[in-house]
């Protein structure tokens, strides 16, 4: 691809993968929005997506419908909507944002967990729930009832289980390998367990697509505060995308090289860049609708590592 300016790469980007509405709606929420109190006028939400291609009608239908499904809640004043982060979510777009932001992780004590869920203590409506969940947190089922993660976020586990209302009736437990059987090593449960082509493969297309915006904004880094909203908003978005479907395991267990660690120095890279002038964009149109919009909170300068 050729040097572009950085709205031609905007465009170029819009044009040839374009991100579903109310998916970037939430990636704004996620990114933008909760660090702010977590909260926003609903023309405040169109000012910022207007520039990403997505209309006003779209702004609307996509924001009802994260009301109607519980991630937000709505408010009036007059003729205006307010909205806000439904509490009961705030959880959620927590464990997410330490997914986003934080390293890979790199170190493996040699355990595993496994999530027991026996077909005499619990029903198919709660094991089907409870299997969505943990297999979003990147968990392998192994057999009926039996899932398995060699390094969970242990909180995220606790969380998980007591929303989904498992907590009693699991049974959770560390195991390792048991020296001197003869058994196959643990770490060859990975290949077993998960399928990590199409993850690689995503991962190899994040960083075709985002490596010349990087390129671009360090030739020439003061880049316009819409566009660094733009470009930091479609970055999230699209690093958000494959890691969903990334169990997230330790980089020990991983091939080698593994594409998830660059991708992550590449969207490190690109979010460093371009948070400063996209906070003022945030802020002005924030501050349309609300004066005592707050400035981003203290979790928000822990991202990537810290934000310069």
Same mark, same amino acid.
């Given at each position: 691809?050729?040097?572009?300016?950085?709205?031609?790469?905007?465009?170029?980007?819009?044009?040839?993968? &374009?991100?579903?509405?109310?998916?970037? #709606?939430?990636?704004?929420? +996620?990114?933008?929005?909760?660090?702010?109190? +977590?909260?926003?006028?609903?023309?405040?939400?169109?000012?910022?997506?207007?520039?990403?291609?997505?209309?006003?009608?779209?702004?609307?239908?996509?924001?009802?419908?994260?009301?109607?499904?519980?991630?937000?809640?709505?408010?009036?004043?007059?003729?205006?909507?307010?909205?806000?982060?439904?509490?009961?979510?705030? &959880?959620?777009?927590?464990?997410?944002?330490?997914?986003?932001?934080?390293? &890979?992780?790199?170190?493996?004590?040699?355990?595993?967990?496994? #999530?027991?869920?026996?077909?005499?203590?619990?029903?198919?409506?709660?094991?089907?729930?409870?299997?969505?969940?943990?297999?979003?947190?990147?968990? /392998?089922?192994?057999?009926?009832?039996?899932?398995?993660?060699?390094?969970?976020?242990?909180?995220?586990?606790? =969380?998980?289980?007591?929303?989904? +209302?498992?907590?009693?009736?699991?049974?959770?437990?560390?195991?390792? =390998?048991?020296?001197?059987? +003869?058994?196959?090593?643990?770490? =060859?449960?990975?290949?077993?367990?998960?399928?990590?082509?199409? #993850?690689? /493969?995503?991962?190899?297309?994040?960083?075709?697509?985002? /490596?010349? #915006?990087?390129?671009?904004?360090?030739?020439?880094?003061?880049?316009?505060?819409?566009?660094?909203?733009?470009?930091?908003?479609?970055?999230?978005?699209?690093?958000?995308?494959?890691?969903? !479907?990334?169990?997230?395991?330790?980089?020990?267990?991983?091939?080698?090289?593994?594409?998830?660690?660059?991708?992550?120095?590449?969207?490190?890279?690109?979010?460093?860049?371009?948070?400063?002038?996209?906070? =003022? !964009?945030?802020?002005?149109?924030?501050?349309?609708?609300?004066?005592?919009?707050?400035? /981003?909170?203290?979790?928000?300068?822990?991202?990537?590592?810290?934000?310069?």
């Amino acid at each position: 691809m050729p040097r572009l300016t950085s709205g031609e790469w905007i465009d170029h980007f819009l044009s040839t993968d &374009p991100p579903r509405h109310k998916s970037l #709606v939430m990636t704004v929420c +996620g990114d933008a929005i909760a660090p702010h109190g +977590g909260a926003f006028w609903l023309g405040s939400m169109i000012e910022l997506l207007g520039p990403l291609g997505v209309s006003d009608r779209l702004v609307r239908t996509s924001v009802f419908r994260l009301v109607q499904e519980g991630w937000l809640v709505a408010s009036r004043e007059g003729r205006r909507s307010r909205y806000a982060l439904e509490p009961r979510t705030v &959880p959620r777009f927590e464990r997410a944002n330490r997914r986003i932001y934080s390293p &890979p992780a790199l170190h493996w004590d040699g355990r595993w967990t496994f #999530v027991l869920a026996p077909t005499s203590s619990i029903d198919g409506e709660l094991r089907a729930l409870l299997r969505k969940e943990m297999e979003w947190e990147g968990f /392998a089922m192994l057999a009926t009832g039996v899932m398995a993660h060699p390094a969970p976020d242990r909180d995220t586990l606790r =969380e998980l289980l007591a929303r989904a +209302g498992g907590a009693d009736k699991v049974f959770v437990c560390d195991a390792a =390998e048991l020296p001197g059987v +003869g058994s196959r090593p643990l770490p =060859e449960l990975v290949g077993d367990a998960w399928d990590l082509s199409s #993850v690689a /493969a995503a991962y190899r297309q994040f960083i075709a697509g985002f /490596a010349p #915006v990087a390129a671009l904004l360090e030739d020439k880094p003061d880049v316009d505060a819409q566009d660094a909203f733009a470009i930091r908003s479609l970055l999230i978005h699209a690093y958000r995308r494959v890691q969903l !479907h990334d169990p997230m395991l330790p980089v020990g267990l991983l091939p080698d090289p593994w594409p998830g660690s660059d991708a992550y120095e590449l969207a490190r890279r690109i979010y460093r860049l371009t948070w400063a002038r996209a906070e =003022e !964009h945030i802020m002005a149109m924030l501050r349309k609708e609300d004066e005592l919009t707050p400035p /981003a909170d203290g979790h928000f300068h822990d991202r990537f590592g810290g934000l310069a």
